[in-house]
């Protein structure tokens, strides 16, 4: 019994110890990110740092982008082959409910030159491909489509897609966005002297920031507690600064109920 009632007061001792509720504290004193979805902030923007890094979010602006507000590649003979891939960085931190039977809406500003049609009209010998734009959640393709009327030069892409029932939940981490840009293009610029010159190069160039963005139909319901928390509606016990209190309180409750016990057994 000695044993038993140690163990007890040793739990609630235990979680009695305030470094977790402090930890709790600070997150929720925490600002919240722009990065990050939210009640006023439903719509993601692209950006890149002209490198090699692709990467997209919920902030109007970020620093670590191309200053020049567009990605741009150009080549006066052969082919341009565009394949970005905006992964949401940093990744989704919320789950995400969409509207019933809203509508995912895209507009992308783009700049293309040369030729990209395995049309026999141009210099793409079945090497081309039009534009591609594909949203992912986490690893399930939510939407595809093939840009067919796109024309030379600078030039607004819009498109949309009905919520499904199949992605009508995107759980945080596992369900990040990715959205995918591709396109290959082909110029034939040739110069014979320097008087003479014939065919023409190829460029393709996307605006990033607030001229290429992707609105999601986020549900109000997202925003709350209990829809975070998950479907039962229970919290994670990290998460709960009460739920440490309770348990300790049961815990001594134990430990004086053992003691009684032995108590009341040692006056028989």
């Known amino acids: 019994m000695r044993g038993k009632s140690l163990m007890a007061l040793m739990l609630a001792l235990m979680l009695l110890a305030p470094v977790q509720g402090g930890d709790v504290a600070a997150q929720q004193n925490q600002p919240e990110d722009p990065k990050q979805p939210n009640a006023n902030s439903t719509t993601m923007y692209l950006y890149h740092d002209g490198f090699a890094d692709a990467w997209s979010h919920f902030a109007n602006n970020d620093t670590d982008s191309t200053e020049e507000g567009e990605l741009r590649e150009e080549k006066d003979n052969g082919i341009i082959d565009i394949n970005l891939r905006f992964r949401m960085k940093p990744d989704l931190d919320k789950r995400l409910l969409m509207t019933e039977n809203g509508e995912f809406r895209g507009n992308f500003k783009i700049d293309v030159g040369g030729d990209w049609t395995n049309d026999n009209?141009?210099?793409?010998?079945?090497?081309?491909?039009?534009?591609?734009?594909?949203?992912?959640?986490?690893?399930?393709?939510?939407?595809?489509?093939?840009?067919?009327?796109?024309?030379?030069?600078?030039?607004?892409?819009?498109?949309?897609?009905?919520?499904?029932?199949?992605?009508?939940?995107?759980?945080?981490?596992?369900?990040?966005?990715?959205?995918?840009?591709?396109?290959?293009?082909?110029?034939?610029?040739?110069?014979?002297?320097?008087?003479?010159?014939?065919?023409?190069?190829?460029?393709?160039?996307?605006?990033?920031?607030?001229?290429?963005?992707?609105?999601?139909?986020?549900?109000?319901?997202?925003?709350?507690?209990?829809?975070?928390?998950?479907?039962?509606?229970?919290?994670?016990?990290?998460?709960?600064?009460?739920?440490?209190?309770?348990?300790?309180?049961?815990?001594?409750?134990?430990?004086?109920?053992?003691?009684q016990r032995r108590y009341e057994e040692s006056d028989e």
């Open 121 to 259: 009209n141009g210099p793409c010998n079945n090497d081309c491909e039009n534009l591609n734009i594909t949203i992912f959640r986490g690893g399930a393709e939510v939407y595809t489509n093939q840009f067919t009327g796109i024309q030379q030069g600078e030039q607004t892409v819009p498109f949309a897609f009905a919520v499904t029932e199949d992605h009508m939940e995107w759980d945080g981490r596992d369900d990040n966005p990715i959205i995918e840009v591709t396109m290959k293009l082909k110029g034939d610029y040739q110069e014979s002297n320097v008087i003479f010159a014939n065919g023409q190069e190829a460029w393709f160039a996307i605006k990033l920031g607030e001229e290429s963005r992707f609105e999601m139909p986020i549900d109000d319901e997202s925003w709350n507690e209990e829809f975070q928390a998950g479907d039962d509606g229970m919290m994670d016990t990290e998460d709960t600064p009460g739920f440490t209190l309770v348990a300790a309180s049961a815990a001594i409750g134990m430990a004086m109920f053992i003691n």
